[in-house]
């Protein structure tokens, strides 16, 4: 069974990236881009501002799809995640819902933090991270 979910890329003027910790399964304790589930009749954008305001506490505007990833979920469940750029236009940062923790992270502590599979290298290949230079 494949479940449509959203997360969205998301920087601040300094070019932090937004990032939260799962509070629950699937990946939970692990640093994350926010997002999750389409509800049901509901478009990716919607999709998208719910679950920053949910998991962050701010207001965003979606923007452009950035790239698509499946992830295996639990029970044969597969997660389709379309991750979309977005800006803030209002809020103030609080972890909520699924989240137990979220925070702007620069490209280079992201690489240090305990992140959610493919995530680094996903965000690497889509140019979101600079790459390793070395």
């Known amino acids: 069974m494949h479940v449509r979910c959203v997360g969205a890329i998301v920087h601040d003027a300094e070019g932090r990236l937004l990032l939260i910790r ?13 997002g999750g589930r389409v509800e049901a009749g509901e478009s990716d954008a919607e999709a998208v ?8 506490g ?3 505007a979606p923007g452009r799809l950035v790239g ?8 044969g469940v597969t997660y389709d995640i379309h991750d979309y750029a977005a800006v803030v236009t209002g809020g103030t940062l609080t972890p909520g819902d699924d989240a137990s923790d979220a925070r702007w992270v620069a ?20 140019r979101v991270l600079p790459p390793v230079r070395g």
């Open 22 to 34: 799962r509070g629950h399964p699937p990946a939970e304790g692990l640093w994350s881009l926010p």
């Open 49 to 56: 501002a719910r679950e920053l305001a949910e998991e962050t």
């Open 58 to 60: 701010l207001v965003v």
């Open 68 to 75: 698509s990833v499946e992830r295996a979920g639990p029970a």
């Open 107 to 126: 490209p280079e502590e992201l690489r240090r933090l305990p992140a959610s599979p493919g995530l680094v290298e996903t965000l690497t290949r889509w």
